[in-house]
């Protein structure tokens, strides 16, 4: 049973425009989640979290929104680089805290020169 | 030089074998972790520890064991490797930062390729 799901396998974008990657979760005990950022051959690495408590958190081009009613977050990237071009994970956990991420199946984003 | 380094990177072995993948880091963090990757699954928690005598079973420990050696090292091992344990493994440790509390920010290392035929 997948908790957090990422119904997008692949995503592509022209440089310069709004990347928008979508996660929806089930665990209704879930209230902190987090971005993270994979390239091939690497490990993958933290890009940025909200908690239940905002429906929103920037950090430079990154912003992601929560809706809880609908149990749904998205990351917007603006604007899209070719450095972009990577796997994104959302992740999720019930209590911040909690050691135990539940993981997304990841999207592919690819940046179109 | 990366700060939390895996060996080996790539690893092919038969059904059976002992696997033992070693992860140390330098970024004088107390608690570590060992994931496993999977296509279609995402990263699940295998075991992690908060220090050399705190160790904690994961979402899918069964079949792996681990040992914390010292601070800086965490090893996983395969007791008889099995086919559907070839994954992409990683590496990863955390600070709690001013809280005491796991922020959810994790260090990964590369990650370890294992095959098992």
């Known amino acids: 049973d997948q908790q957090v799901k990422q119904n997008s396998p692949s995503l592509s974008v022209q440089e310069g425009r709004i990347s928008i990657l979508n996660c929806d979760y089930t665990?209704?005990?879930?209230?902190?989640f987090l971005w993270y950022k994979k390239y091939p051959a690497e490990g993958p690495t933290f890009l940025i979290s909200i908690s239940s408590i905002k429906d929103k958190n920037e950090d430079g081009r990154f912003t992601v929104f929560l809706n809880k009613s609908a149990k749904h977050l998205s990351l917007h990237i603006v604007p899209s680089q070719p450095g972009d071009s990577a796997v994104y994970f959302c992740?999720?956990?019930?209590?911040?805290?909690?050691?135990?991420?539940?993981f997304g199946t990841g999207t592919r984003l690819t940046i179109i020169p | 030089d990366a700060d939390v380094t895996q060996t080996p990177r790539n690893r092919i072995t038969k059904t059976g074998k002992r696997i033992m993948l070693e992860c140390s880091q330098t970024k004088g963090h107390d608690r570590m972790y060992w994931y496993r990757q999977d296509p279609g699954l995402g990263l699940r928690l295998i075991y992690y520890?908060?220090?050399?005598?705190?160790?904690n079973k994961g979402e899918i420990s069964d079949g792996y064991s681990v040992s914390r050696q010292a601070q800086a090292k965490f090893s996983l091992s395969l007791e008889s490797a099995i086919p559907n344990q070839t994954a992409l493994y990683f590496c990863a440790t955390s600070d709690p930062g001013p809280s005491g509390r796991f922020t959810g920010e994790l260090f990964f290392g590369e990650g370890s390729r294992l095959t098992v035929l």
């Open positions: 665990n209704s005990m879930f209230d902190y």
């Open positions: 992740a999720a956990a019930a209590n911040f805290g909690n050691e135990k991420l539940t």
């Open positions: 520890s908060f220090d050399v005598k705190d160790i």
